[in-house]
C-alpha cells in the first residue's frame, strides 16, 4: 500500500469513491492531512469527504507540504495508517502569558488522553502537532515529561502561517481550530530523530527579562536594542522594525544548555516596549548567544540524521518536516538539502511539511525539547 499520497486542492471533492476504496482494503485506516497554508481555506472540503466516508481524519495546515523530497506550495500530502493509531485534537489552557497553571492543564489534559489510549505493544510515539502561537510549548513538555516519563518516546511539530498571524491550523472533521494541539500516538518505531549543525558564535548574554516566548530585555536593556547591535557589530547587518523577519532568520538565539547543546530560537517579531519574539520560549535568565550565521554543513547536517536512524522495516515511509526559518535562511539551498536528505535514506523520498518548530528527544536524553532550524525526521 502506498502510504504517502499528494492531492493538489483541486481534486479533493473527488476524493470520495478513492477513500472508500482505501477503507475496503483496509477496514482500520485513518488519514493524516498535511495542507499547505495557500489551500487553508479549502480545508472543508476535505473535512466533508471523510465525514462522508466514515474515515477518521486528522491534520494540520504549515506553511509548505513535503511529498517524495520536494517542497510543494500548494496542496495536501495524505498519510494512510491502515491501523489507524489513536489520535485526538485537543483544546489548551492558558493565554498568551503562558501561564504556568495553564501549561499544566494542557500537559494533564494530553497525559490524561495518552493514558486512557496506550495499547500494551511497547512505548509508543507521541506524535504532537501545536497551533504555533502556543506560547508555553516547552513548559507544557516539561510537565508532561513529568507525567508520563519515559513511557512514550517523544515527537512533534508546530502548525500555521509563516506570517505569524493567529489562523485556526488543526483540524479533524468537525472541527477547524486554534490553539489546540493535535495528539497521535504512533508505533514505537516511529521515534524522531533531529539536527541543526548551527554553532554558537563565542559571546553570551543573558536575558534578564522574558514571558514565555518574548525576550523583554537583555543585559538590562531592552532586547531589540541589544539584538540590532550585536547583529550589526558581529555580521555588519542592519535591522530595523520593517525588514525584521527578512532578516532575523538569519541571525537566530542559541540557548546553552547544561549538556552542552544548543537549542535554537528563531526570532519571528517585535513586541511592545523593544521586546523580541521568538518561536519557542526563552526562559528567564537564560544564557544566550548569537548564533553563526550558518553556511549550514547541510553533509554534516544529513549525515548525523542518516546515522542516528534505526533500520527500517520493509515497507516504513520517511516522514519529514524541515524547519520554516532554516528554509528561509538556506533559499535554493534548502531543496539540495532536502534532495540529499532522501539520497542517503533510500527508498521513494522523505515526505511531510515544512514546520514552525520541532519537538523531539535531546541527543543525549529522551527528554523532549522544543527546537527551531531542525530537520527531524521518523520511520512511519
Given at each position: 500500500?502506498?502510504r504517502?499520497?499528494?492531492?493538489?486542492?483541486?481534486?479533493?471533492a473527488?476524493?470520495?469513491?478513492?477513500?472508500?476504496?482505501?477503507?475496503?482494503?483496509?477496514?482500520?485506516?485513518?488519514?493524516?492531512?498535511?495542507?499547505?497554508?495557500a489551500?487553508?481555506?479549502?480545508?472543508?472540503?476535505?473535512?466533508?469527504?471523510?465525514?462522508?466516508?466514515?474515515?477518521?481524519?486528522?491534520?494540520?495546515?504549515?506553511?509548505?507540504?513535503?511529498?517524495?523530497?520536494v517542497?510543494?506550495p500548494?496542496?495536501?500530502?495524505?498519510?494512510?495508517?491502515?491501523?489507524?493509531?489513536?489520535?485526538?485534537?485537543?483544546?489548551?489552557?492558558g493565554?498568551?502569558?503562558?501561564?504556568?497553571?495553564?501549561?499544566?492543564?494542557?500537559?494533564?489534559?494530553?497525559?490524561?488522553?495518552v493514558?486512557?489510549?496506550?495499547?500494551?505493544?511497547?512505548?509508543?510515539t507521541?506524535?504532537?502537532v501545536?497551533?504555533?502561537?502556543?506560547?508555553d510549548?516547552?513548559?507544557?513538555?516539561?510537565?508532561?515529561?513529568?507525567?508520563?516519563?519515559r513511557?512514550?518516546?517523544?515527537?512533534?511539530?508546530?502548525?500555521g502561517?509563516?506570517?505569524?498571524?493567529?489562523?485556526?491550523?488543526?483540524?479533524?472533521?468537525?472541527?477547524?481550530?486554534?490553539?489546540?494541539?493535535?495528539?497521535?500516538?504512533?508505533?514505537?518505531?516511529?521515534?524522531?530523530?533531529l539536527?541543526?549543525?548551527?554553532?554558537?558564535?563565542?559571546?553570551s548574554?543573558?536575558?534578564?527579562s522574558?514571558?514565555?516566548?518574548?525576550i523583554?530585555?537583555?543585559?538590562?536593556?531592552?532586547?531589540?536594542?541589544?539584538?540590532?547591535?550585536?547583529v550589526?557589530?558581529?555580521?555588519?547587518?542592519?535591522?530595523?522594525?520593517?525588514?525584521?523577519?527578512?532578516?532575523?532568520?538569519?541571525?537566530?538565539?542559541?540557548?546553552?544548555?547544561?549538556?552542552?547543546?544548543?537549542?535554537?530560537?528563531?526570532?519571528?517579531?517585535?513586541?511592545?516596549?523593544?521586546?523580541?519574539?521568538c518561536?519557542?520560549?526563552?526562559?528567564?535568565?537564560?544564557v544566550?548567544?548569537?548564533?553563526?550565521?550558518?553556511?549550514?554543513?547541510?553533509?554534516?547536517?544529513?549525515?548525523?540524521?542518516?546515522?542516528?536512524?534505526?533500520?527500517?522495516t520493509?515497507e516504513?515511509?520517511?516522514?519529514?518536516?524541515?524547519?520554516?526559518?532554516?528554509?528561509?535562511?538556506?533559499?535554493?539551498?534548502?531543496?539540495?538539502?532536502?534532495?540529499?536528505?532522501g539520497?542517503?535514506?533510500?527508498?521513494?523520498?522523505?515526505?511531510?511539511?515544512?514546520?514552525?518548530?520541532?519537538?523531539?528527544?535531546?541527543?543525549?536524553?529522551?527528554?523532549?525539547r522544543?527546537?527551531?532550524?531542525?530537520?527531524?525526521?521518523?520511520?512511519?
Amino acid at each position: 500500500m502506498q502510504r504517502f499520497l499528494y492531492r493538489p486542492a483541486e481534486s479533493w471533492a473527488e476524493l470520495g469513491s478513492e477513500v472508500r476504496g482505501w477503507k475496503a482494503e483496509h477496514p482500520g485506516l485513518s488519514v493524516i492531512a498535511f495542507v499547505a497554508e495557500a489551500d487553508a481555506g479549502k480545508v472543508g472540503v476535505l473535512q466533508e469527504v471523510f465525514r462522508d466516508t466514515g474515515v477518521p481524519l486528522h491534520g494540520a495546515i504549515f506553511p509548505e507540504v513535503i511529498f517524495r523530497g520536494v517542497f510543494k506550495p500548494l496542496g495536501a500530502v495524505l498519510l494512510l495508517m491502515p491501523h489507524g493509531p489513536p489520535a485526538r485534537l485537543l483544546a489548551l489552557s492558558g493565554g498568551a502569558g503562558g501561564r504556568a497553571d495553564g501549561a499544566e492543564a494542557s500537559a494533564a489534559a494530553i497525559r490524561d488522553w495518552v493514558e486512557g489510549s496506550v495499547r500494551d505493544d511497547g512505548e509508543p510515539t507521541l506524535f504532537l502537532v501545536f497551533d504555533a502561537l502556543v506560547p508555553d510549548i516547552e513548559t507544557v513538555l516539561g510537565h508532561l515529561y513529568e507525567r508520563l516519563g519515559r513511557r512514550v518516546h517523544y515527537m512533534g511539530v508546530n502548525a500555521g502561517s509563516e506570517t505569524f498571524q493567529p489562523i485556526p491550523c488543526l483540524f479533524d472533521p468537525e472541527r477547524l481550530t486554534d490553539r489546540a494541539v493535535l495528539a497521535i500516538l504512533l508505533p514505537p518505531s516511529a521515534h524522531a530523530v533531529l539536527e541543526h549543525c548551527y554553532a554558537s558564535r563565542g559571546r553570551s548574554i543573558l536575558a534578564t527579562s522574558t514571558e514565555g516566548n518574548q525576550i523583554h530585555s537583555i543585559d538590562g536593556r531592552p532586547a531589540f536594542q541589544v539584538y540590532q547591535e550585536m547583529v550589526a557589530q558581529e555580521y555588519g547587518a542592519q535591522i530595523d522594525e520593517g525588514n525584521f523577519y527578512q532578516y532575523a532568520i538569519h541571525y537566530p538565539f542559541g540557548i546553552t544548555l547544561a549538556t552542552g547543546e544548543v537549542l535554537v530560537r528563531i526570532p519571528v517579531a517585535l513586541g511592545e516596549n523593544g521586546a523580541v519574539i521568538c518561536v519557542g520560549e526563552v526562559p528567564a535568565n537564560s544564557v544566550l548567544t548569537l548564533l553563526d550565521q550558518p553556511v549550514v554543513d547541510s553533509r554534516e547536517t544529513v549525515r548525523s540524521l542518516v546515522t542516528r536512524m534505526d533500520t527500517p522495516t520493509e515497507e516504513a515511509e520517511v516522514l519529514h518536516f524541515y524547519c520554516a526559518g532554516r528554509r528561509l535562511h538556506l533559499a535554493e539551498e534548502a531543496a539540495t538539502e532536502l534532495s540529499m536528505l532522501g539520497e542517503q535514506l533510500g527508498g521513494s523520498g522523505p515526505s511531510g511539511a515544512v514546520s514552525l518548530g520541532e519537538i523531539g528527544p535531546s541527543s543525549r536524553s529522551r527528554l523532549p525539547r522544543f527546537h527551531n532550524a531542525t530537520l527531524i525526521v521518523s520511520y512511519v
